[in-house]
């Protein structure tokens, strides 16, 4: 591939690690129809900025950096209030559909605009650095319905997201939280980041969880799959007046007991990416309130990037984070 160009407003970056997205993987198999080649995907990633353009005062070469995924215009209306993973030109790193195709991070260099920069400590690892995209999608999502300190909050899945959701859930001062999960590996760890039960994922979730709430259900649920089966449960483990919020999308089209939603008055949110949390996640990683380090199975050159990328495709139970480093 061609040196990546950079016009007045963007920065040159020298990508010194990146991390294997779940959609990535679904760009490989080109099941997403979001990813398609010619493309360098890649999109959770951290370096060192080797060149600057004409326009960019606030950071300079050498510069330790993050960025945001998303690419927004600035100028619409969702922009102007904030929403920017809303914005109505949004672009992505690493994905290429039929409206655009933005080159990401499996590279050596990436190309990105300076407006979603965000420096890095000197202390944090790039490849701790690469997950903070991630942890942006489980800080946003709690934000969506933050919970009190005192509500049960039921998280259904403990992949990626749903262990940084606990994390997260746990750094801002729940004291309940529940995770879902088939694999006794993961609800381990959930437990570990401060989860004060693990359900096992095949069992009666709904029944276990109103046994662990008095009988009334969780207050919230965050649903960190995507499927019919979970986001039924989800919506089943929820109290009267309960609030779910989806961020799993594994599946375009889920099944929905609308009647149950409709007649115990439960409330759904949708939960896209991320809209400016790339501080708050750095400072809880900084301080050690939230860590990656568990999460991350396997740091390799990205020249090994293929077979990592099928042993993903396979289902290869043990990965949790991949991170590729050029």
Known sequence: MP?????????????????????????????????????????EAAGVIERVGARVKRYAVGDRVTFDSTVSCGRCEFCRRGAVNLCDNRMV????????????????????????????????????AAVIEALSVAVHAVKRRQPAADEAVLVVGCGMIGLLVVQVLRATGSE??????????????????????????????????????????????????????????????VRKGGTVTLIGN?????????????????????????????????DLMASGRVAVAPLISVTAPLEEGPAWFERLHKGDGGLMKVVLIP
């Open 3 to 43: 040196m990546p160009e950079i016009g007045d407003g963007d920065v040159l970056v020298r990508v010194r690690a990146c991390g294997v997205c779940g959609s990535d993987v679904h760009g490989y198999d080109g099941s997403s129809g979001r990813r398609i080649p010619p493309l360098v995907m890649g999109h």
């Open 93 to 128: 790193l690493g994905v290429s559909c039929a409206d655009y195709r933005r080159h990401g991070a499996f590279a050596e260099f990436v190309s990105v605009p300076a407006r979603t920069l965000y420096r890095l400590p000197g202390a944090m690892l790039f490849e701790h």
């Open 176 to 237: 309940t939280i529940i995770a879902v999960d088939v694999d006794a590996g993961r609800r381990e760890l959930a437990k570990r980041f401060g989860a004060a039960h693990a359900i096992e994922g095949h069992a009666d979730v709904p029944s276990a969880v109103r046994a662990l709430t008095g009988g009334k259900g969780a207050d919230i649920a965050l649903e960190a799959v995507g499927r019919t089966e979970t986001v039924i449960a989800a919506i089943r483990s």
């Open 250 to 282: 594994l599946a375009p089209r889920v099944e929905l007991p609308l009647q149950e939603v409709v007649t115990r008055e439960i409330s759904l949110l949708g939960s896209c990416a991320s809209a400016g949390e790339y501080p708050a996640c750095i």
